[in-house]
């Protein structure tokens, strides 16, 4: 059983930067492909930004140029910088990483954009 834990959320004004972190219980990441989702209240979770194992990343057209997602194979973990920051980014920010047949979800970050 995979286990992810998110971290680095947190409350920041309109325009300002966060960078989520997401670890995983096993040495995984440099095997299988991470992605990045979140979910504002009221909304379906969408997908943000996805990193493969090769390095090759997708990000929603939402929040190119503004969100890079990133990996770091030697310390097993993977970012997500979020830059130029909106309201309108306010969600609950997951980690998630598929092995075989399951998927695996962290507990969420919350961040919260707001003056």
């Known amino acids: 059983q995979v286990q992810l834990v998110e971290s680095g959320g947190g409350l920041v004004q309109p325009g300002g930067s966060l960078r989520l972190s997401c670890s995983p219980s096993?040495?995984?990441?440099?095997?299988?492909?991470v992605a990045w989702y979140r979910q504002a209240p009221g909304k379906q979770r969408e997908l943000v930004a996805t990193?493969?194992?090769?390095?090759?990343?997708t990000c929603a057209d939402s929040v190119k140029g503004r969100f890079t997602i990133s990996r770091d194979n030697v310390k097993n973990m993977v970012y997500l910088q979020m830059n130029s920051l909106k309201s309108e980014d306010t969600a609950v920010y997951y980690c998630?990483?598929?092995?075989?047949?399951?998927?695996?979800w962290g507990q969420g970050t919350q961040v919260t954009v707001s003056s």
């Open positions: 990193i493969t194992a090769g390095g090759t990343v």
């Open positions: 998630q990483t598929r092995v075989g047949k399951e998927n695996y």
């Open positions: 096993e040495n995984i990441f440099r095997i299988y492909a």
